[in-house]
């Protein structure tokens, strides 16, 4: 680099200028991303002297080109010379973190967050901290909002003094008349009280978490939940149960659905929070209400944790627990979907015998719902249940809900019902299907409806290659050649897709001397569809 004195040496900053006073945003923010390199050419003391204050004097701009400056200026330690100076970069941070843009501001408290770890304790005390109560004590709510997030990480390292000051900041920030503080606050209370010492998590934070948790704004009492979950993970258990449960309970039973849906969501974090004993007395019977709440979204987030919630519970009394509280209040289709799709995991929690007698009537319910789509979502879970279950207990039980689907109203049923059966015997042998499947599906080519008799058809078609060629060519072969017959066209021509479909299955004799003369009959049939496929059908089979 020149010496300063030299044209040259001015040439960095003063093309930054222009290109920062440009009309076009574009090019404002491809000056602001080189950044570091315009730094590196001016070097460390004029990055200091001239770069930075005039970044920190031209913050008015759009809000892409400041979210860009607030995320370089967090990797700027080393252009201004290490450590030592990181504190020049706390006047242009300063400035975005007060800006009315949230991603700006979030950005900029995220960038002073990063370079609050290179300062040292002395420069944190002089230089950092003061910055945090002058955000902390802003006209404008946005500053305030901003300060939320810096207390955590100064906290640690400042003196027994300083750090009086920044509990108390915190606490005035918790009151705040603004909503928008308040959930800033609320957000960062168990981060904030991570960092605390334990005397000063049961005065202050307790107390503050309390508060929060019954503010007015339910998206205030929202937060305060997760920070629950944090502060209960700080606690010796005998403090638990008198500081922190009553206002968890409180939150389970609050009259927003949002924050029932917080304690959900965050159900097995608290249970591993607070241990085995409370779990039982008082997570329980909360849990309960959850899986019965009025409002799906709340029903559907305890669902999810089912699995999670019964894994957690302390082996001796998990049976219990399951059997007698969780299982009954599984009323809800979306609950019972989610326990019957964990089922894996939820058998090895407990036995397979209470789990199907408990079950069972749940899934029989659910199989004959009004709903499709709950009927659509039982089905999908049929083979698995069938691989849990054994063949003996499904042949008993469930073999009679899915021939049932066979001949459901709605199209996609009959559709998955199909697919379904394929799976079953992929699961249980051909031989099981010989015996149980094959001919009640054949038994349906004589239905009076032609829809059930086309069902016949597509079990057929799916069934044929994990049958094998014997059951087909013995079995299923003949009922699909006097179907050919049909009365109903469609039928007919769904005759010539099937015998394309299973014309692979079939030895070539059989080809040749049975299924070629059925295919000829119908590519002279009346019927342009008919005709159609029997041609298709012969070509694909290379029986012409």
């Known amino acids: 680099m020149a010496g300063a004195d030299s044209d040259d040496s001015l040439y960095p900053i003063a093309v930054l200028i222009d290109e920062l006073r440009n009309e076009d945003v574009q090019l404002r923010l491809n000056s602001i991303k ?24 031209t913050i008015y701009d759009e809000d892409e080109v400041l979210l860009a400056l607030a995320e370089q200026l967090g990797n700027f330690t080393m252009l201004v010379g290490g450590p030592e100076y990181v504190h020049c970069l706390l006047p242009p941070l300063e400035s975005l973190a007060t800006v009315e843009e949230t991603v700006v501001r979030d950005k900029a408290v995220e960038s002073l967050r990063k370079i609050s770890h290179e300062h040292s304790p002395v420069d944190l005390e002089v230089h950092f901290e003061p910055l945090v109560k002058r955000l902390a004590s802003g006209d404008w709510f946005t500053s305030r909002t901003s300060a939320c997030g810096l207390f955590s990480v100064c906290y640690p390292r400042v003196s027994s003094t300083v750090k009086a000051e920044i509990r108390q900041h915190f606490r005035t920030l918790c009151s705040d008349d603004t909503p928008m503080v308040r959930r800033a606050a609320a957000s960062k209370l168990g981060e904030f009280a991570k960092v605390l010492e334990l005397e000063y998590v049961k005065s202050d934070i307790i107390s503050l978490f309390t508060a929060l948790a019954s503010d007015e704004q339910d998206s205030v ?7 629950g979950v944090s502060i209960a993970t700080l606690l010796p258990q005998e403090d638990l149960e008198a500081l922190v449960m009553p206002t968890l309970r409180q939150a389970a039973e609050d009259k927003s659905w949002r924050v ?8 097995s974090d608290l249970q591993k929070a607070v241990g085995p004993e409370i779990t039982k007395n008082d997570l329980v019977p909360a849990f309960q209400n959850l899986l019965k709440d009025c409002e799906a979204e709340v029903r559907a987030a305890a669902a999810n944790k089912v699995k999670e919630f019964c894994e957690n519970l302390p ?5 219990t627990i399951i059997m007698t509280h969780i299982l009954p209040c599984v009323k809800c289709p979306e609950v019972r979907l989610n326990i019957i799709s964990n089922l894996d995991c939820v058998n ?4 397979i ?10 899934i029989v319910e659910l199989a004959e719902d009004a709903k499709w789509r709950v009927r659509l979502a039982i089905i999908e879970y049929m083979p698995l249940l069938a691989g849990q279950l054994g063949v003996e207990f499904f042949d008993e039980k469930l073999n009679s809900l899915c021939m049932a689907w066979l001949v459901d109203h709605v199209y996609a049923i009959r559709e998955a019902a199909t697919c379904n059966l394929m799976k ?8 099981w299907a010989q015996n149980t499947i094959v001919p009640k599906v054949l038994g349906m080519a004589n239905d009076p409806n032609y829809l059930h008799r086309m069902t016949t058809l597509f079990c057929i078609n799916a069934l044929s290659e994990v049958c094998g060629q014997e059951i087909t060519t013995k079995h299923m072969l003949p009922v699909v050649f006097k179907m050919s017959n049909d009365q109903v066209a469609n039928v007919r021509f769904n005759v010539a897709k099937s015998l394309q479909k299973i014309g692979p299955v079939l030895d070539s004799n059989c080809l040749q001397t049975e299924v070629k003369p ?5 590519a002279s049939d009346q019927d342009m569809d008919v005709k159609y496929f029997a041609q298709e059908a012969i070509s694909v089979l290379s029986l012409a």
Do not use: C, H, N, W
Not at 261 to 267: H, L
Not at 518 to 522: A, F, G, Q, R, T
């Open 34 to 57: 080189k950044l570091s390199t315009i730094a590196l050419a001016l070097g460390v003391e004029r990055t200091r002297t001239e770069l930075l204050p005039f970044l920190t004097d």
């Open 221 to 227: 009492r929202l937060l305060a939940v997760e920070a």
């Open 260 to 267: 029932r849906y917080m304690v959900a969501d965050k159900f």
């Open 315 to 319: 082996e001796d009394s998990r049976e």
């Open 348 to 351: 090895e929690v407990i036995g």
């Open 353 to 362: 015998r209470q789990l199907s007698q408990s079950l069972l009537p749940a």
């Open 424 to 431: 079953l015997v992929e699961k249980f042998g051909a031989e």
């Open 518 to 522: 059925v295919l000829e009959k119908l």
